[in-house]
Structure formats: structure tokens, C-alpha cells
């Protein structure tokens, strides 16, 4: 039976006439004769961040199409405990200079959070379409569903090509600010951040049975060789890209870059896609079966890399993981913001507790 989904929660707790205000008088500040800008908010607010639209009237403009990334209101209870823009900005920075995956152009970078309140930075803004979160573009209705067999599956080629060149691209050693902090290999460090993370979360709240548990599990099945470094994206999915028809023309959200084992980032486009598809197919849509699974995904990355994805299992269990730690934390977001209460069970404010249970034990059906 599916279950109810919450009511979304709010992502903003932000005047948007006076972050309009503040913004024209930085801006002022850097491009002399820079008019009022027209800030369009909410553009793209998420959990982590917020971003803003506006365009610049200037004879020389930077872009006359912008977007701004500003770091979430500190008292506005976070989804993660430090949002360190600094590195996401040399992250775009390093993977603009030493590939050719489309990142935006990023051109300003303030530390300082006085003029809006918290740091943030200001990238050039690239026109196109995303697969929407809400409702999933797995969902009828969606551009992404209403598309041809064959659009999706160019689309599909495209975007596991993003994370093919990334990892090859980039030489690991111009990264290692990326690195998790702690002295074990990177995915052990990788792991141990997100105990930490869960720790962080549950810290004076009720813990989650299923979230330790799915961490056990992960012990069990580590992979005996962990494979190379690379750079990982980190929040590696379609609805993370900007599409000009079917083709990838910039990838966002790099808030979660690390170094990591290549699998760390299929495992995460493999299950993001189908935590969608589950969710859909709960509320009796067919959604959309075969695209991005991970039989087609893996064979896609192995053709281009050369690198025949290793230990599977483990690693769209760890995706899964991650993704619970993350759920928990919005879910006590709302209760925090009185949008919900904490049930019996906290494993249920978890939505895909039933997936990841199954997947602790064994049973997921792929």
C-alpha cells in the first residue's frame, strides 16, 4: 500500500525583496553602474541551499544571466552541518579547467556573510530543462515520461557519459582538498563521514534501527579490492543536470564532491533513479521501467571507461544509506518546523524504509 507522502517542506525562510536589496548593493560594489536586479525567488531553493535567478543591466556584464548559489539560513535547522561553498566553488572550478564536463562558469566567490547573510557565489546561468523531483519526472505528465524510447535512452547514454568522463578527467592528485577527513583508505573515510553525518543527525533524537543496521550490512560486504580514487561527484543524477533536448549542457549541485572509488557515484545514479521509480509504481503509475538500471548503466560505464563496475551490492546499499541519513534529517527538519510528529517506528519518516530493508536483508528486488 503506499504510503502518504508529508507535506514538502519549506526551504526558505528568506524575504526575497530584501535579499533583492542587499544583492543590488553588493553587486554595486563590483560592477560600478550595475541597476536593481530583478531576483527571482524562490528560483531553486532546496534543503542545502538556495539558488537565485537575477540578470545584470551593465555595458560590460560578467553574464547578463545569472545564478547564485547561497548557502541555507543557518537558523532555518540545515539538512547538513557545514555547507562549505569555498570548496563547492573550486570543485566547479577544477572540473571546468581539467574536463569537458559542462559545469557553469562560475565568477564570483564571497566568503563573507554579511552581505546577504550567508556566503555564497554567483555562476553564469545556463537556459534548459531538469527531470523534476516534484511530482518525480518519473511520474506521467513529466517531459522526461512523455519522451520516445529512443530520447530517453540518448539521454540515458549522455548522462552516464557525464560521470565516464569525470572520473577519467580529473587528476585526482589537483583534488585531494576533496578528501574525507580520517587516516583509512578513501572509502573507509568516505563511510566513516557518513557515521558522523548520521551521528550528527540523530544527536538527542530518536535513532534509527534500519540506518544502523543498513551500516552492519555495508561491513559485511566491503569489498575486498576497494578500486581506484577518483572524484566523485557525489549527488550524481539526471535531476542534478540541465538538458538542452537530450544532451547535457550543465551538471549542478557538487556540495557532495569527494574522493571516492568510481562505483560511489554509479551506486548513487543507479538507486536515486530508482527510489523514484519504487515510489512511483507504490501509487500504481508503471513509471519508467528498463531506464537507467543497473544492468544497462553498468554495461554503458564499462563500454566507456574500460572499468567494469565492481561490488554492486555494496555499493547501491551505501547510496541507499546515504540517502536514508539525509531523509531522516528533512523528516526532523519538519517536526522541528511543526510540519510533522515523530511516530512509534522513526524508521518510518524514512520514505523508502521498505527498499532499504529489503536491501539490508538481502530481498531487494531489482
Known amino acids: 500500500m503506499a504510503t502518504a507522502p508529508r ?3 519549506r526551504t526558505t525562510t528568506r524575504d526575497p525583496e530584501e535579499l533583492a536589496r542587499r544583492l543590488t548593493a553588493w553587486l554595486a560594489g563590483r560592477l560600478p553602474g550595475a541597476g536593481a536586479v530583478d531576483v527571482r525567488v524562490p528560483a531553486s531553493n532546496g534543503l542545502s541551499s538556495e539558488t537565485l535567478l537575477f540578470d545584470i543591466e551593465h555595458p560590460q556584464p560578467p ?6 548559489r547561497l548557502a541555507a539560513d543557518p537558523a532555518a535547522y540545515t539538512v547538513f552541518p557545514v555547507y562549505d561553498l569555498p570548496r563547492q566553488y573550486r570543485t566547479m572550478r577544477l572540473v571546468a579547467d581539467r574536463t569537458d564536463v559542462p559545469v557553469p562558469r562560475v565568477l564570483w566567490l564571497e566568503e563573507d556573510p554579511g552581505p546577504l547573510g550567508a556566503p555564497f557565489f554567483v555562476m553564469e546561468r545556463v537556459e534548459g530543462r531538469v527531470p523534476p523531483d516534484v511530482m518525480p519526472y518519473t511520474y506521467e505528465g513529466s517531459w522526461l515520461h512523455a519522451a520516445s524510447g529512443a530520447e530517453r535512452e540518448r539521454l540515458e547514454t549522455a548522462s552516464v557519459g557525464l560521470l565516464a568522463r569525470l572520473h577519467d578527467q580529473v587528476p585526482v592528485k589537483e583534488a585531494g582538498f576533496l578528501a574525507s577527513p580520517g587516516d583509512g583508505s578513501p572509502l573507509r573515510s568516505h563511510v566513516e563521514a557518513q557515521r558522523a553525518y548520521y551521528a550528527w543527525v540523530v544527536d538527542g533524537l530518536s535513532r534509527s534501527p534500519l540506518i544502523e543496521a543498513a551500516f552492519d550490512r555495508l561491513d559485511t560486504l566491503w569489498p575486498r579490492d576497494e578500486g581506484e580514487t577518483v572524484i566523485s561527484w557525489g549527488d550524481a543524477r539526471i535531476g542534478n543536470v540541465i538538458y538542452d533536448g537530450f544532451e547535457p549542457v550543465a551538471v549542478l549541485d557538487w556540495e557532495m564532491a569527494a574522493l571516492a572509488p568510481r562505483e560511489v557515484d554509479l551506486g548513487w545514479m543507479i538507486y536515486l533513479h530508482r527510489f523514484f521509480q519504487d515510489l512511483t509504481e507504490s501509487f500504481g503509475q508503471r513509471g519508467l521501467p528498463g531506464f537507467l538500471s543497473r544492468d544497462r548503466v553498468e554495461a554503458r560505464y564499462a563500454e566507456l571507461t574500460g572499468h567494469p563496475p565492481r561490488d554492486m551490492d555494496f555499493h547501491i546499499l551505501y547510496a541507499a544509506l546515504r540517502h536514508a541519513v ?8 519538519q517536526v522541528h518546523f511543526g510540519e510533522a510528529d515523530v511516530p ?15 536491501m539490508v536483508r538481502g530481498g531487494y528486488r531489482e
Open 7 to 9: 507535506p514538502r517542506p
Open 63 to 68: 553574464c547578463r544571466a545569472c545564478a547564485l
Open 326 to 333: 539525509v531523509m531522516l534529517r528533512v523528516a526532523y527538519r
Open 344 to 358: 512509534a517506528d522513526p524508521d518510518t519518516l524514512i520514505l523508502h524504509h521498505d527498499s532499504l530493508r529489503a
